[in-house]
Structures are given as structure tokens and as C-alpha cells.
């Protein structure tokens, strides 16, 4: 390669290791091109004496609105012209606040300009950038060199520009344009710029190497040196200038390539000032619509990116319509680097984005990312690489060397097969690394402050508290100190708060733990109670606090979320930042509770008071055990926790609720059973229904069923009132958005079912080999109680004396709360297993050759029927045999018909042959109906296996074969029904039967795979009773088949 020789030595130090290098720039040319020497300088240059916030020990800033007038040369393509550049230095270019005046402008070319190119050139003493991209598309700007730079340097202009090369560039010394810089201090806000004649692009205020406003470009191989960070990614919900009107959102666009870019020695100006950094909005004033403003610092409504494969701006005409999973979108970048920064390396405030292979080498922290969809591979973060840092004021003590934080509110981050080395700070209550070398210290020449840690959660907030967010794998530790801290910036965690309490993290390997082995990580507060140290094997981290749960320990172990609302007059002033802190004298007026704020009021009473308490089940969580009680629950009643569990037990106040609503639920609902319990006096009367969104007849009704292992083994549509101990168990699983059809335990690879742009029926978030479920805004569950109310409203009048379930059988101790051993760290340990009915009532013993269906023929009404979805009636006008029918009306879907629970009679691994007579009701004079088993069981999960034929208007037809209930685990449900003729296509069933005929049962696949018998146990029969050979009927009109089928 290129040598560079020194005839002298050089005036600074440049570093070079392992990790990073400093660039080489040649600024030089043969051909140069140059403002004039005597007018192109500004006549108003910034004097040196300006101050602003402080910055790691000093205070200082360029003094505003001056170098407001330099006017340098400035070269433009346009009109349909062509450019090609190579090999020439522009010196003393640029007019300051003049739209179109830059060094080169390629300027409203559109895509005629595809073989255009600027390379190898140099630009430097430039007054207004380097080289603008301007309505242009799919040119090249490759291998030059820019220095000592007001403004943005490479620049996309208004948003539109795409399909260009931008690639192996340099950028460095870069200023701000008429010195006006976004100074701001740990907030996540700044005071938006306004567009005027000194500042006419606002965002300038954060010039930077690199203005990515529109991400559909190949960004490859860049360097950026200094600038108020080095690529900035300004959110633009629409394109601004000359191409304002152009139907797109900018933020929006997907990545082509982000490949191979360092930045560094930047990210001064503000602790959130990334080094890559995806914020910034920058819009039209709503005052006067002819000015731009620009808001530098996290922007929750102008300033949020939704990556979507779907271009909601040509499909809906509306670039703001939601972006459904299933159309989500990520934008990628790879193999990017940072050094020597004292803020984040990446910081994104919005955006699904993929980041493979990121480096970040001397840095405040490794990444900031806040977005729900956050995936991060083989990250690399040396806090301190052990070389002098060089900043003002020589004071890199000041500056935090933090791997990674957890944020507290609506995000989904996974991390894996990543690397910290030297993050955290060092000292005695170190556990992990006893290292003298480990993390950092407080030395002036490479340390760190002393409150570094390599993860840090955030926890000072009662509004904004943490769902099931985050998860690792493949973490690795290279000489770290502190490894873990609750980071509350409010009270530092006394009092705690919510979300303090609630931090989770599912580290899936036990990598991050360090304890090899698949790990939930929990709060370890104190006043959580014994909420996550569930037994003696929990691991304490008493530095950050942290508890580990070993997941390995029970059999259904997992996480859970939910929102809890009993009374909205509560629950509505949950982020009200009212000077007074909500007591029972207020009723709930005119004061505030639970806000992202002071903990408490300056009387000093609490905003977010505990309402309640949450706890686990059994005598190992009562108050003899955990004398707080278990969890608070307050008037924000979210609540993560661990399941797989007894159950959680919810006890308030002011008594049992009259009406409580749960929503924003969280769990795998197959994996990990999350049952709720909550006491009431006897003679309650309970109803309890789940409600899809945006769907008012999208309701499901449980049922009574006697016992709680039924519940907690149930598809999550019962419950269960225990007289014993006045409690009633409801099972609670998340349901999908907008239907409620076909009921079971939905498992996170379901496929949706409603026809929209879903591809799932449960929302999530899958990265690396996980998945993290996701809430729907929505769908809810509620249990309304038929009990005298007392004189709080909104509960019951009674209270019933607590008594403690036995949650364990005899000779058995609870060592957990999932867990009943012998002793305490006995391997002899009771494991549940399913209960063998579902009903509530004990049912009769049937033989093979009885008829497994209850009220076959309708003669008892609906007994022991209902409707999958849809509505079924008695119909007395038809009728195969006896008096009357069952009629399937108002169907939406072609599976809507009549069902009847089948788990109490029908077994594992038996053949039965099932059939029913049917009829079409209206004009339609043939369509074909199934009679369909459902299976669920706790290995393959749900399937569905049926019989099919058709059937007509004018007389009744069978519908008859065999079906093998083959499963690999525990049946856990068998659901009968009808289905399939067309949407609102109305039909009668009658005489259904269900009979085994066997106790060994044959798979339907090994049934198609053979040639006669496939046929031998299907029977087709007409209406005056005439056998037909099922043979002759496949091969002429087929209108019976067997199927199969995987949902």
C-alpha cells in the first residue's frame, strides 16, 4: 500500500492499534479551483470567548451568529447538464447561507445524471459544504477528501435523492453553520432552530460529515472526523425544498447498503449525540409553513421512523398509516465502527434497525437505541482501550464507559454473539472479575467516571415502566468491572419505582449472568419483595441489584406482562405532573399520580402510592415469608412477572374489584401459564369474557370448570371459584388483535386468521433466534363480579378472611413458586400433571360403540353446543330424525358453526369415525361441508383433522369417515365442529356421532400412503339410505375426501 514519509515530526500525537487508526487525507491537487484570497473569507469570525453548557469539566462554545459571510466559489450542474469531476481541489468554496452555492451542486437532475461522478477530489476552507446531491439520483461520490468545513459536507438535500454511491469519502473539521450548535446537556430534548437568514438549513445547528436524510443509498467505506457528530440520519416525514410536494416520507425509506463507516473524535456538544446518529426532525413550521424547523433532540411526533416493506405513501395515499407486522421492515448496518467519542457510538431514537458487526472503541457508551424492534449482532465495545484520551479539559474521568442501557418503556431489543471489554468501572464490590486490570478507574489519562457499568437499566420512572423488552445470548466479557446497574436519575431507587421494580431481561444461555445456563434477569429491590426471588437458588447481584431466576429450575418457567384497571378515575391520572400528590381525601381530582417525575410531592407524600399487592401463590410468599407483602401495585397496575407458576395472587385495598379490566397481556401462552387469582366472598357470581379490537361481536365467554389445574391446563377461555379459600383462577393468555375465532392457546408462530396484512396471529419481535412477544392495543380480558358493592365503588362490600391454598400434595413442602420438593434442595419434587376433565361436572363412562356426543340431535336445544363464531339456533322446521335442527346463521367465516367440547370423552392415540347429517338452507344448491376435530397437545401444539362432503338444499347427506387422534404429547383439548360451506351461506346439522373404533389408531399419513385402505373406513350414504362405494364416489365425483391440515 501507500506510505506516507514525514520530513519533520508531527505536532500531535495520532494513534494507531488495533482497534483504530487515524485517516490520511491528501489535500493537494494539480487542478485547483478556489474562492478569492482577498474576499472569500468571512468578515465577522467568531472570537473565541463564547460559553455555554458544561462539558466534562469545561465551558465553552462558538460564539453564534458570527462567520456569517464567507463567499467562496461554488460550482452547479443543472438543466439537464452533466458532471464529472476527478482530481481537483476546491479551496475557499461555498457561500454561507446561500441555498445552492456549494462547492459542487449537483442540482433537479432526477435520473439523467446515472453516470455522473465526483471523485478523488479535495475540498477545503469550504463556507458551506462540500458536495450537495439535489434531486438527483444514482450518481457517484467516491474517494475524496474534505476538511475544515462549515455546514453539512456530503449532502442529500431534500430528501428525495436515491440510488447514489456515496462511498470511501473523508470528512473532517467540520463547524457549524454561522456557529450556531445544538449545546445541550443530559436531556433528551433540545430547543428546536428555526429556519432565518443566518440559519436558512436549521439543522445545520448539528453539522456533520455526512446528512443522510434519505437511507435508499449506498453508504459505503466513509470516514468522519469531528462535527457535532459524524453521520447524521435527520428524520424527514416529508422532503422539504424544491421537492416538498413529492409523495414519500424520506424517514421512512428502507437502507440499500450502510456498509464499513467509521466515525470518531465527535459527539461533544451533547451526552445523546451519537457518532452515527438517527434523530433529528426537521419539518415545516405549523406557524408559517414557509419555514423549516429543526428539533435536534428526541421528537416523539416529527421525528419517528417506521421502516415498512409496504409504501404506505403509494398504497394508502397516506404515509402515516401503520405499518402492521408482517410488513415491518429494519434497517441494516454493517460493519461499522466508532472511536474515541464521549457520547453514544449509535444513537437511534427511532427505527427498527439490524446493526451486524458494530465497533465502538473509547466511547461513552457502546449504543443507544430506542425502538420497539431493536436487533443487534457481534457488537464490539471496548469502553477504554487504555490510550490517552485527548478532550478538552483532559478530563476522560468525567465520561462514562457504559456498555449498553436498558430502556424502561416500549422497546424490544434482543443482542447477541457480543463482546464488552473494559466497560464498567472498578472497584472492591466487583463479583465477576477480580482482574487489577478490569474496566476502568478514575485516572485523568484513560479512566472513567465511577458510576460506569456495562448494562445499565433505567429506572427512575412510576409512568414508564418496562414490558417484556429485552433479551441476550452469546455475551462475552473481556476484563469488565461493574457489570450491572439500576440506574434511577431521580431518588437513585429510594423510594423504588415501578419500572424499577419490574426490570426483566431474558438472558436465554445464561451468558450474560454468567451462570451458563438459561437465566431471567430481575430487579433485586428490596420492597419487590419476594416478587422475583422466588427460592434458594435465585443468584443476588446486590451491586446493581439484580436477582437471577435459573429458568431451568421449574418446567414452564417464562415472563408475563399486564396492565391491570379497576377504576379509570385511578387509573387516568397516571402521568399527571400535578404539584400534589393524589391522596384519599382528593378522590381522585385535581391531583397527580405515578409520572415520569419526583417520587414524591413537597409535603412528602408519595405520588404512586401501592393500591395493592401482587404476589406469588402459596405459604412460602405469605406475610410470615415476605413481610412487604409481595409487589405494589399502584395506579399504574402494570405488572411483569415470572409464570409457569401456582398463580399470582392480586389482593387491593379497598376489596375485591367489581369490574377489572386486563389488557397490554404479554406471554407465550403455550410455553409458560400465567393464572391470576384474586379473593371474593361466596355467592359471587362471576362473568368474564375476552374482547378482540375494533370487533364488538368479537367476544369470547368463559366457562366454569372445577378445579385449578383445570384452569391452568385449559386453551385460556375458563375459571374456577374455589369455596374452600374464596378464590377464583382465571387462566390469561394473549389473544390476537382483532378476532377471537377458532379459541385456543395461540402460540407466537400461529399464523393470523383475519385476512389483513398480519403474518402472525400474536404480535412479536423475533431477532437471532429469539422472540420476544409483543402487546396488541386492544384486545382485553374482563372479569365483571355480581357482589354488593361497599362504600369504596367499584368493589365488593366483603372482604373473605385470606386462606392460603395447599399448593403442594402431602409429604411435599413449596420450595418455589412453581415447585413442590420433598425438602429444600431435594431432587425428589412433585411435578403437576394435567387433570383428566374438563368439565365441572363428572360425565358418563363411555364404552367403544357408544356415541361420544352430547345431545346429538338437538333434542335438549343447545345443551352442550355453542358457536365457534357466528350464531347457531334450534330449527323445528328440518329435522333428519326427532323434532328439530341446529341451524348455522350469520356466518363470517367459513369455519363458523356449531362445536361442542370433546376433551372429557375422546383419548390420545384412538380411532373414532364421526359423521353428521346436513342440509343447505336458501338458494345455494351445493357447497361442501366438514366435520373437523381440532387436537391441541403440549408438543405439537394445534392441529386440525377432518372429513369432508357435499351437501345440498334439497335433501339431507352423511357426512362420514375415521379419524386417528395421533399425538406426540398430552392432549390438552379436543374441540368437534362443523364448518365450510361459503361466508353467510346458512346450513342445518343434525344427528352428529362420534364412536370409537378403535384403541391403536392409524395416522392419516400412512393412510394416504397407502392404496386401498385409505377408502375401507369411509362410507358415503345418501338420503333414502343406499349405500355408495366410497371408492366409485372418489374416482367419479370425489365428494368425500379425508384432510389434514397445520394452522
Known amino acids: 500500500g501507500s506510505a506516507v514519509h514525514f520530513t519533520s515530526s508531527a505536532t500531535y500525537a495520532h494513534i494507531a492499534n488495533n482497534g483504530y487508526q487515524a485517516e490520511v487525507g491528501l489535500l493537494s491537487r494539480n487542478i485547483k479551483i478556489q474562492g478569492a484570497a482577498d474576499d472569500s473569507e468571512p468578515t465577522d469570525p467568531d472570537t473565541g470567548s463564547c460559553t455555554g453548557n458544561w462539558h466534562f469539566g469545561v465551558n ?86 474534505a476538511y475544515d468545513v462549515d455546514g453539512y459536507c456530503y449532502y442529500l438535500e431534500d430528501g428525495v435523492e436515491e440510488d447514489n454511491t456515496i462511498s470511501f469519502n473523508l470528512a473532517a473539521h467540520i463547524h457549524p453553520v454561522s456557529n450556531v450548535v445544538a449545546d445541550s446537556g443530559g436531556g433528551q430534548t433540545i430547543t428546536p432552530f428555526v429556519q432565518s437568514r443566518d440559519l436558512i438549513l436549521p439543522a445545520d445547528a448539528t453539522a456533520s460529515g455526512y446528512y443522510i436524510t434519505n437511507l435508499h443509498n449506498d453508504i459505503i467505506g466513509n470516514a468522519a472526523s469531528g462535527g457535532w457528530a459524524g453521520f447524521a440520519l435527520p428524520v424527514l416525514h416529508s422532503p422539504i425544498g424544491a421537492n416538498r410536494d413529492v409523495n414519500m416520507r424520506p424517514g421512512n425509506r428502507l437502507t440499500k447498503v450502510f456498509d464499513g463507516n467509521v466515525a470518531h473524535s465527535t459527539g461533544w456538544w451533547w451526552s445523546h449525540a451519537g457518532a452515527f446518529y438517527s434523530g433529528g426532525s426537521l419539518y415545516y413550521s405549523s406557524g408559517d409553513d414557509t419555514l423549516l424547523e429543526y428539533n435536534a433532540g428526541r421528537d416523539q411526533s416529527k421525528g419517528t421512523r417506521s421502516p415498512c416493506l409496504v409504501d404506505k405513501c403509494v398504497e394508502n395515499n397516506n404515509c402515516g398509516s401503520y405499518c402492521y407486522e408482517g410488513e415491518r421492515a429494519w434497517y441494516k448496518l454493517t460493519n461499522n465502527k466508532v472511536f474515541m467519542t464521549a457520547s453514544p457510538s449509535l444513537n437511534s431514537w427511532s427505527g427498527r434497525m439490524e446493526v451486524i458487526r458494530f465497533e465502538a472503541h473509547d466511547v461513552a457508551l457502546g449504543m443507544e437505541a430506542l425502538q420497539d424492534g431493536f436487533g443487534i449482532d457481534q457488537l464490539l465495545v471496548e469502553c477504554r482501550s487504555g490510550e490517552e484520551w485527548v478532550i478538552p ?28 471489554r473494559n466497560c464498567g468501572a472498578r472497584n472492591a464490590n466487583n463479583a465477576y472479575d477480580t482482574s487489577p486490570t478490569r474496566g476502568c478507574d478514575t485516572n485523568e489519562i484513560n479512566g472513567c467516571s465511577s458510576g460506569s457499568t456495562v448494562w445499565g437499566f433505567l429506572t427512575h420512572s412510576d409512568q414508564f415502566t418496562p414490558e417484556l423488552m429485552q433479551a441476550t445470548s452469546g455475551i462475552t466479557y473481556e476484563d469488565c468491572g461493574r457489570r450491572f446497574k439500576l440506574v434511577d436519575f ?36 428490596t420492597d419487590a419483595g419476594n416478587w422475583w426471588k422466588v427460592d434458594s437458588n435465585v443468584v443476588d447481584d446486590p451491586e446493581a441489584p439484580l436477582a437471577f431466576i435459573k429458568v431451568n429450575d421449574g418446567n414452564e418457567r417464562g415472563l408475563g406482562h399486564i396492565r391491570l384497571r379497576w377504576k379509570d378515575e385511578i387509573h387516568n391520572t397516571v402521568g399527571n405532573g400535578s404539584s400534589k400528590a393524589c391522596t384519599p381525601s382528593d378522590n381522585w381530582q385535581n391531583c397527580g399520580t405515578c409520572y415520569n417525575g419526583s417520587k414524591v410531592d413537597g409535603s412528602g407524600d408519595p405520588y404512586c402510592p401501592a393500591l395493592g399487592r401482587i404476589r406469588h401463590i402459596g405459604s412460602k410468599f405469605d406475610l410470615t415469608n415476605d413481610p412487604t407483602g409481595g409487589l405494589p401495585i399502584t395506579a399504574n397496575a402494570e405488572v411483569a412477572g415470572l409464570t409457569g407458576g401456582f398463580a399470582w395472587l392480586l389482593q387491593l385495598d379497598d376489596g375485591p374489584p367489581k369490574s377489572l379490566k ?118 382485553y380480558l374482563q372479569i365483571d363480579a355480581d357482589c354488593a358493592e361497599g362504600a369504596i365503588s367499584g368493589h365488593c362490600a366483603t372482604t373473605p378472611t385470606y386462606v392460603e391454598p395447599e399448593v403442594c400434595p402431602p409429604d411435599y413442602i413449596q420450595v418455589s413458586y412453581d415447585k413442590c420438593c420433598v425438602s429444600e434442595g431435594s431432587s425428589a ?45 334450534i330449527d323445528t322446521s328440518q329435522a333428519h330424525s326427532g323434532t328439530q335442527s341446529v341451524l348455522a346463521t350469520g356466518r363470517t367465516s367459513t369455519w363458523n358453526g356449531p362445536q361442542q367440547t370433546m376433551i372429557e370423552r375422546m383419548s390420545a392415540n384412538k380411532t373414532y369415525r364421526i359423521s353428521c347429517w346436513a342440509k343447505l338452507k336458501g338458494t345455494t344448491s351445493s357447497d361442501t361441508l366438514k366435520l373437523t376435530l381440532r387436537i391441541n397437545d403440549d408438543v405439537d401444539g394445534t392441529k386440525w383433522l377432518g372429513i369432508s362432503n357435499t351437501i345440498n338444499n334439497q335433501d339431507w347427506t352423511l357426512i362420514q369417515g375415521d379419524i386417528a387422534v395421533n399425538v406426540a404429547g ?55 339410505g343406499a349405500v355408495v362405494s366410497p371408492m366409485f364416489a372418489l374416482l367419479t365425483v370425489a365428494p368425500i375426501c379425508l384432510w389434514y391440515q397445520w394452522k
Open 490 to 525: 431521580k431518588d437513585n431507587n429510594t423510594p423504588s419505582s415501578v419500572s424499577g421494580r419490574a426490570q426483566n431481561w431474558i438472558d436465554t444461555d445464561g451468558s450474560a449472568s454468567g451462570l451458563n445456563e438459561p437465566t431471567i434477569m430481575a430487579s433485586g429491590l
Open 662 to 779: 386486563i389488557d397490554q397481556i404479554e406471554v407465550d401462552p403455550v410455553e409458560t401459564p400465567m393464572v391470576l387469582a384474586i379473593p371474593y366472598d361466596s355467592g359471587t357470581s362471576f362473568s368474564i369474557t375476552a374482547h378482540a379490537a375494533y370487533c364488538s361481536s368479537c367476544v369470547e365467554t368463559f366457562f366454569a370448570v372445577n378445579s385449578v389445574d383445570h384452569v391452568r391446563a385449559s386453551q385460556g377461555n375458563t375459571y374456577y371459584y374455589d369455596e374452600a379459600t374464596k378464590l377464583l383462577y382465571v387462566r390469561i393468555v394473549q389473544t390476537p388483535q382483532t378476532y377471537l375465532t377458532d379459541w385456543h392457546l395461540w402460540n407466537l408462530d400461529d399464523l393470523n386468521m383475519d385476512g389483513g396484512p398480519r403474518t402472525h396471529a400474536l404480535d412479536r419481535f423475533t431477532f437471532s433466534g429469539i422472540t420476544l412477544p409483543s402487546f396488541a392495543y386492544g384486545p
Open 60 to 145: 465553552f462554545k462558538p460564539c453564534p451568529w458570527t462567520s456569517t459571510t464567507g463567499f467562496g466559489g461554488h460550482i452547479m450542474v443543472h438543466s439537464g447538464g452533466k458532471g464529472y469531476m476527478e482530481g481537483v481541489e476546491l479551496y475557499r468554496m461555498g457561500q454561507t447561507n446561500v441555498l445552492g452555492r456549494y462547492p459542487f451542486h449537483w442540482h433537479q437532475l432526477g435520473n439523467a445524471c446515472s453516470d455522473c461522478y465526483f471523485r478523488a477530489n479535495s475540498i477545503h476552507r469550504s463556507f458551506y459544504r462540500c458536495i450537495s446531491i439535489h434531486g438527483t439520483h444514482n450518481t457517484t461520490v467516491s474517494e475524496n477528501v
Open 829 to 873: 419434587c412433585y411435578i403437576p400433571t394435567l387433570p383428566p376433565t374438563f368439565s365441572p361436572t363428572p360425565q358418563p363412562t363411555f364404552g367403544q360403540g357408544d356415541n361420544l356426543v352430547l345431545n346429538p340431535g338437538f333434542e335438549s336445544g343447545l345443551t352442550d353446543w355453542y358457536a365457534n363464531s357466528g350464531l347457531i339456533q
Open 970 to 1024: 398430552t392432549v390438552t383439548g379436543i374441540d368437534l365442529y362443523a364448518e365450510g360451506p361459503a361466508v353467510g351461506v346458512e346450513y342445518y346439522v343434525d344427528d352428529v356421532s362420534a364412536i370409537e373404533v378403535s384403541s391403536g389408531g392409524r395416522s392419516l399419513e400412512s393412510a394416504r400412503s397407502s392404496t386401498q385402505p385409505q377408502h375401507e373406513d369411509v362410507e358415503m350414504q345418501s338420503a333414502s
Open 393 to 420: 479539559g483532559n478530563r476522560p474521568d468525567y465520561v462514562s464507559a457504559n456498555g449498553f442501557f436498558w430502556y424502561d418503556t416500549g422497546q424490544g431489543h434482543i443482542i447477541s454473539s457480543s463482546t464488552f
